[in-house]
């Protein structure tokens, strides 16, 4: 058990670490970056949304929940699915980057399985039209659970085998995601 707990906790802080490394080669200037982050009270979220705030200012990171957080950030209480909400906030705020850290992770998603795929997938393709329609970066995060025994082990691309050793309510989400923004890469890149 316990070492299980330890695995946890550095994949923890290796996801924390590649994420704070990803948006800092996403930006381009410190000044003109501007951060709206769902999901902002999550494990990744309460890290990444005092760091943003640190290096970019608190006036250009905009954390969003459910729950109000306990650290000092700005905040805006958001339900991901309120299409509308999540708009206007978007439009006020007008980010150069939408960080969609909101999900229903494991032993929760369980209990509501159905729950859990609506939230899931429906607020990525909320987030996802939001940062189109404003033309922001989009950053989400996924699990490594969606790879298999076929999936390349080192070096894996964007592009491959997502084909999991079990399905879940965080697998298929997953996988939805993964294959929605190649899909909006590759029109992306055709219409460029």
Do not use: W
């Amino acid at each position: 058990y316990m070492l299980a707990k330890v695995k946890t906790l550095r994949n923890l802080a290796s996801s924390i670490q590649m994420t704070h490394n990803l948006l800092r080669n996403m930006s381009t200037q410190q000044k003109q970056s501007r951060f709206l982050i769902t999901g902002a009270n999550g494990q990744i979220g309460t890290e990444l949304g005092n760091k943003l705030s640190e290096k970019y200012g608190k006036q250009n990171v905009l954390c969003t929940d459910i729950i109000e957080p306990k650290f000092d950030v700005q905040f805006e209480k958001l339900n991901v699915l309120d299409r509308n909400h999540f708009r206007q906030i978007g439009i006020n705020f007008k980010p150069t980057c939408i960080i969609h850290l909101a999900a229903i992770l494991s032993a929760k998603g369980e209990q509501d399985i159905d729950f859990a795929i609506k939230l899931n997938n429906e607020s990525f393709k909320i987030a996802l039209d939001l940062s189109v329609e404003l033309n922001s970066q989009i950053f989400v995060p996924s699990t490594i659970g969606v790879f298999g025994p076929t999936s390349p082990k080192v070096m894996t691309p964007n592009e491959t085998v997502l084909i999991p050793v079990s399905y879940t309510h965080l697998t298929l989400p997953t996988i939805y995601s993964v294959q929605i923004s190649v899909v909006a890469v590759s029109l992306k890149k055709k219409t460029n």
